[in-house]
DNA sequence: CCCATGTCGTTAGCCATGCTTATTAGCTAT
DNA sequence: ATAGCTAATAAGCATGGCTAACGACATGGG
């Protein structure tokens, strides 16, 4: 273990110009976000579809405005995607307590269930990827997806 | 410069599932994919289309079948991604010498231009937001971008 | 040689998801 | 009270996925 750590050490001694590691990691992530996407069953949920079904669970009950704030896109998409959330029975409508514009979303316990199992089946391929690696390179991709996590929540 | 190295450390000595690692890594490519697929000024070429140019820069004439093979799209997917490339000039079409089915495809000069400037332009975001980051961090997402890249190409 | 079968590219038609613009309802501050 | 802001939606457009089906061509077996 100790000489893993050392050998990652020396790899990391080497400088790389933030220009050229964007065109890398552009690519790399443009190449592997496809092959994820096209892991995805066919009739199942998106990935988007997914992402704000997450966003609920963990954020409790939120506006249309938040969640499209959260997904980065503009508000009428998001009422798409929730009317098709909705009509699937996987998010259920609540009148806001006091501003009556709004609405409270939330996600039904069918929603729930669901988005547990898609997110494993969507994770299913890469989960068998990452087991043939070894564990020094999963924790490379480890920090770097907390990295990448947090750069991509930056404003700008 | 040490402190970062060490920290990094502590933070590489944890070991992590598989299973709990494709979540994260899955949901930071969703995220940043998206970041960088918006960072596209609007009427640009998009992920697809430049893939497609890429592949005809490097790979020479290729077949509309060769090209849905290598973006992993059905073939009529790609009949449209080509006939907008066409329409805006970008692509061209000569006949296969021995099988008159076939049509051999290969970027125009202005085809070659507009994808290097594209490239750029997608990059620029990205490369932005990576000078912000410390050299450690950069190394990682090197490192990273190697390993995503190499499973991405995978067979299965 | 001829025909059956297969392959290549395309067309047609569906759906999801992104955008802009416009509309309606409700809040807020002057 | 009202003028202006904000929330959500509706309408309309483009892109890019898919399947089904079709015409043109290639190829191999009888």
């Given at each position: 273990?100790?000489?893993?750590?050392?050998e990652?050490m020396?790899?990391?001694?080497?400088?790389?110009?933030?220009?050229?590691?964007?065109a890398m990691l552009g690519?790399?992530?443009?190449?592997?976000?496809?092959?994820?996407?096209?892991?995805?069953?066919?009739?199942?949920?998106?990935?988007?579809?997914?992402s704000?079904l997450?966003?609920?669970?963990?954020?409790?009950a939120?506006?249309p405005?938040?969640?499209?704030d959260?997904?980065?896109?503009?508000?009428?998409?998001?009422?798409?995607?929730?009317a098709?959330?909705?009509?699937?029975?996987?998010?259920?409508?609540?009148?806001?307590?006091?501003?009556?514009r709004?609405v409270?979303?939330?996600?039904?316990?069918?929603?729930?269930?669901?988005?547990?199992e898609?997110r494993?089946?969507?994770?299913?391929?890469?989960?068998?990827?990452l087991?043939?690696?070894?564990?020094?390179?999963?924790?490379?991709?480890?920090?770097?997806a907390?990295?990448?996590?947090?750069?991509?929540?930056?404003?700008?």
């Amino acid at each position: 273990m100790l000489n893993i750590v050392t050998e990652r050490m020396a790899v990391m001694s080497k400088r790389i110009a933030p220009a050229a590691l964007a065109a890398m990691l552009g690519d790399a992530i443009s190449r592997l976000g496809r092959r994820q996407r096209q892991a995805r069953p066919v009739g199942e949920l998106t990935q988007n579809q997914i992402s704000v079904l997450t966003s609920l669970e963990l954020g409790g009950a939120l506006t249309p405005r938040e969640l499209a704030d959260a997904e980065r896109v503009q508000p009428p998409t998001m009422t798409k995607v929730l009317a098709r959330l909705e009509e699937l029975g996987l998010l259920q409508r609540t009148p806001h307590p006091t501003d009556r514009r709004q609405v409270l979303l939330s996600a039904t316990s069918a929603g729930h269930d669901i988005v547990v199992e898609q997110r494993r089946a969507k994770d299913e391929w890469l989960t068998r990827v990452l087991t043939r690696l070894t564990p020094a390179e999963r924790q490379i991709l480890c920090q770097a997806a907390e990295i990448m996590s947090r750069i991509a929540r930056e404003g700008d």
